[in-house]
């Protein structure tokens, strides 16, 4: 978890982290004469504690989506520069992902707009899991969408008490439980939603 | 005879020393004589230590054996920028053992930037019986588990705030540990925690509990259950909301805004992660009667966060990100004339170039529409002497001016020289400036003005700045209130360090990372100062492993009268007269 460390040498662009095509270069250099104090510049591996994975390069090229086809090149992040928190960086960062993806859905893998359907309706409904953040979220819009209830959610006994329970189908094709599996991963393998009756919800909890 | 005349029994004094509440004043009185010191120490109720290491638990035990409230901080600031690596120290159980078996009547802990283990929380839920507040800012350390032990035994806890810690979310069904006849929260804050908590029980919490007047929700709770949550707590006065946004749906939007109405003494609202523009309009019925808003987390732009703060006539905290720009500044600073505090964060630090219209016009612009204004915390791209002349002229009340211009040694962008005449305005004019952070392209000259002017200055923040030694020398040379100075990525080195040694004995602390001391000038400065601590950090190796002309990666020099710690990682050094002898 060590950040490396290194003395800004002249090979500064030569080690510097770049998206952009190659033959490009960054504007505002350091000048000689500032390299030549010690700055240490460090590639960050642990800059964030966001488990969320990619790092401040990537979110530049989100970043660009909206202008033309042009990649910025990512600046070389200096430690603690600008000082902004780890906290807020990582909720920023989030949130910016949620909705650069929230725009550009569809046509990738996780799909975020999932078909929804109950036995006995008559059409099936589209939602965007994007707009949710967790499993209340949704149980709530599938509820009020479909004007039915699912009950107290527990881990042995599935929607207790309840008429109907959510159901999904994942990317492989199984069938299974709304609410078993980490929020992130549920967004990630679901393909589309089912409204059951308890009846038959029981057997999936009961596995 | 005489001596009886000119002495009060005991119990007066105590009376007397009853009515006096600050650390400096009560410090004051111990030093009066001897029989003070001693009645002081024995009533004194409230301890604050600005730095763990200065004192250790058994010496602050054994001068105060009777207190019911006390204030730790750990790590140094610069902590918060990941600028101290891991395992550094700032350990909360060794002072929470401690206070365990010496204060069982401790009724207030609050730790900052400290690192808390779930055992530390299981002994503070089991040794203190009127146990009442817990605050744990900035900490990490702890997980879910720590917390339900809080929750299942602090009988007569009021407040629980986690502002801003790292917390291990194991589940939300901690919160449901808190019993049903537990009534007396009057404060809770989990804005941190990542996951959901059990939100059936955070409702019952809510309601049960007729003192709540503090509620600062995570991000995973649902806007949709805001309404019910604010309907339990109709007295509530401060609110941090979770997540704000929902399917646009107008029973929803009619019940949040029903529900804010009915919060008469709402004043402070928070929270406001993944806020749905349309949603904002329901908080418009407490708008007038607002002090606090905090939309940092609001990824919303200018136009609907100036229909919002227009509305905040009574406003005198706002922290925003720079989407605000600076035409929404100019609309706060004609709505807000009570503004007393900004902050504006960068919604795109890292970014190369400009993402929003916000530049140093904006703070200008609240600088001169906002009477009150005392507090700035402002980031943004360019900034020029002209514009902080005019600040410093329009708001000599300014106590903290935190300025960061996001790229490292910017000039004056109107004339391409030196930020050091604007800075130079600011510590001139504002004369009871206590805390100030510099940024831009800056020579020794501005060190030369804060030193001659910053009189009142007790905290400095430098990065990317100063030509030489003189400017550090300037600093602790000429500001007699300096308490906290850190330092990043500035050419100051060995002779101003170890000219001024004497001063760093006044101050709580000194960091300086990236700068130009050398290990030998660390070493004398541990050897000529034994009432300091001078660590020296490098995770490349012992300092000795080098040249001692070779510079330090990071040094961090405080005061303290419990010695060298002994809870150092592998990476820290102490210098000290046995320097020799550690490092082997």
Known sequence: MEPSIYQSELNLEATELRLGLPGRTNNKRSSPEDRSRSISISISKSSSVDSSGPSNATDHDDDDDDHQNSVQPAKVQVVGWPPVRSFRRNSMQQQKQKKDEHNNNNGDGSAMYVKVSMAGAPYLRKIDLNVYNSYSQLLNALQNLFKCTFGEYSEREGYNGSEYAPTYEDKDGDWMLVGDVPWDMFTCSCKRLRIVKGSEAKGLASL | MKKAAYSFPEE???????????DKDRSSISLVCKSWYEIERWCRRKVFVGNCYAVSPPILIKRFPELRSVTLKGKPHFADFNLVPEGWGGFACPWIRAMAGAYPWLEEIRLKRMVVSDESLEIIAKSFRNFKVLVLSSCEGFTTEGLAAIAANCRNLRELDLRESEVEDLSGRWLSDFPDSYTSLESLNISCL???????????????CPNLKTLRLNRAVPLDRLPNLLRGAPQLAELGTGAYTSEMRPDVFSNLAEAFAGCKQLKTLSGFWDVLPSYLPAVYPICSQLISLNLSYATVQSPDLIKLVSRCEKLQKLWVLDYIEDDGLEVLAASCKDLRELRVFPSDPFGLEPNVALTEQGLVSVSEGCPKLQSVLYFCRQMSNAALNTIARNRPNLTRFRLCIIEPRSPDYLTLQPLDDGFGAIVEHCKDLRRLSLSGLLTDRVFGYIGTYGKKLEMLSVAFAGDSDLGLHHVLSGCDNLRKLEIRDCPFGDKALLANAAKLETMRSLWMSSCSVSFGACKVL?????????????ESGPPDS??????????????????????MPGFVWTMDDNSALRIS
């Open chain 2, 194 to 208: 990542g996951n959901e908590v059990n939100l059936l029980a955070l409702e019952r919490l809510v309601s049960r």
């Open chain 2, 526 to 538: 541990g050897q000529k100062m034994p009432r300091l601590n001078v660590e020296v950090m490098d």
């Open chain 2, 12 to 22: 007066v004094l105590e009376h007397v020393f009853s009515f006096i509440v600050s």
């Open chain 2, 546 to 567: 080098r040249p001692e002309s070779s510079p330090v990666e990071k040094l961090y020099v405080y005061r303290t009268v419990a010695g060298p710690r002994l809870d």
